[in-house]
């Protein structure tokens, strides 16, 4: 309806409403033929429904919850292992309810909220450390089959197997360190003395040595208690403590355009 004065009043005269809907149709598409797109810029045929950026999601950072997880179990575990307290290679069997629920799925839960983040390297550590402990907790279980598994078998046969077992962790911790390299220097603390836990750990228990075994240890109890350190700095900062923890930040990546600067995690 289009609105026109007259000599008594406004008029009102009725058009075709396919008229007027043709001629919006057309005014658009002319406009859109007659913008030109910035160049490398392609306007796009369909329109696709992606998440958010992370900054903009109501997601809290799980991180801290697979650090603590993490470490409080590696600590204890790490203390049997060199034989404080309860003496060597004793105690593991006090840990299956906490190797199966705290550094298990607590872990792993924080790792698939990691990975609901956006975060793909600390939701690919912590799920899979979680699944780990889980299997850990499982094998000490009986009913499993493990534990019977592991009776029937030779001394020497399930000493090299756990050693394999190591052996392939190792690998895979040093391809987490690996990535760590321009991270902070707490982080690359936890992941190193991690890597040599494994490493110690698997040539001692490949070739029944039980300093190297106990040497892994302490590596692991040094790792429990950077992994604590990394989960501490992330709660206590400035807005609810009286100053950020430092972990050496050593290395900060260049951001070229305003975009980037948006999307950076």
């Given at each position: 309806m289009d609105?026109?004065?007259?000599?008594?009043?406004?008029?009102?005269?009725?058009?075709?409403?396919?008229?007027?809907?043709?001629?919006?149709?057309?005014?658009?598409?002319?406009?859109?033929?007659?913008?030109?797109?910035?160049?490398?810029?392609?306007?796009?045929?369909?329109?696709?429904?992606?998440?958010?950026?992370?900054?903009?999601?109501?997601?809290g950072n799980a991180a801290a919850l697979g650090l603590i997880t993490f470490g409080i179990c590696t600590v204890q575990e790490s203390m049997m292992q060199t034989g404080m307290s309860v003496g060597y290679g004793h105690g593991y069997g006090s840990m299956t309810a906490q190797s199966i629920t705290v550094a298990g799925i607590a872990q792993l839960l924080a790792g698939l909220w990691q990975l609901a983040?956006?975060?793909t390297f600390e939701g690919a550590a912590f799920t899979s450390f979680?699944?780990?402990?889980?299997?850990?907790?499982?094998?000490?279980?009986?009913?499993?089959?493990?534990?019977?598994?592991?009776?029937?078998?030779?001394?020497?046969?399930?000493?090299?197997?756990?050693?394999?077992?190591?052996?392939t962790w190792?690998?895979?911790?040093?391809?987490?360190?690996?990535?760590?390299?321009?991270?902070?220097?707490?982080n690359i603390?936890?992941?190193?003395?991690?890597?040599?836990?494994?490493?110690?750990?698997?040539?001692?228990?490949?070739?029944?040595?039980?300093?190297?075994?106990?040497?892994?240890?302490?590596f692991g109890f040094f790792c429990g208690l950077s992994a604590m350190y990394n989960a501490a700095a992330i709660l206590l900062n400035e807005e609810n403590f009286w100053f950020n923890l430092p972990v050496g930040n050593w290395y900060t990546p260049v951001i070229e355009s305003e975009e980037d600067r948006l999307y950076a995690v």
């Open positions: 609105h026109q004065t007259g000599p008594t009043g406004p008029m009102v005269s009725m058009a075709p409403s396919g008229e007027h809907h043709s001629t919006s149709s057309s005014n658009s598409q002319e406009e859109h033929k007659n913008h030109t797109p910035p160049q490398g810029y392609t306007y796009p045929s369909e329109i696709h429904i992606v998440a958010p950026p992370v900054q903009f999601r109501r997601f983040n956006g975060d979680g699944a780990s402990w889980i299997a850990k907790g499982l094998a000490q279980v009986p009913g499993t089959g493990v534990l019977a598994y592991q009776q029937a078998e030779s001394p020497e046969t399930v000493r090299r197997q756990q050693g394999i077992i190591a052996l190792a690998i895979w911790v040093l391809i987490l360190l690996a990535g760590n390299v321009k991270s902070h220097v707490a603390v936890l992941f190193g003395t991690l890597n040599l836990q494994l490493d110690f750990s698997c040539a001692g228990t490949w070739l029944n040595h039980e300093r190297l075994i106990k040497t892994g240890g302490w």
